[in-house]
């Protein structure tokens, strides 16, 4: 299983999230990755939609699903969508 880290946190935890746990469709995917978290580094989201496409389509599922910005020198994404509580 893959595991998060929310560094952001004091002390940092850490929690299991399987992709196996995740939706299958795509645009739920990433709601419920975006729900799970604000940001994501390009590092930390792959894992989790790598199964949607193949290798070298990540960039372009990212792009067309997330917005991407910089947050302190690192590239970071964020939903398109305006996610509500």
Known sequence: G???I???SKPEAISLLKVEDLPEDTQERFNCLFGIRE?????DIVPYIQDLCSEKQTGALLTKHARSSFQNGTKV??????MTS
């Open 2 to 4: 893959l595991a998060l």
């Open 6 to 8: 929310d560094h952001t």
């Open 39 to 43: 940001k994501w580094s390009e590092a």
């Open 77 to 82: 994404y964020n939903s398109r969508r305006l």
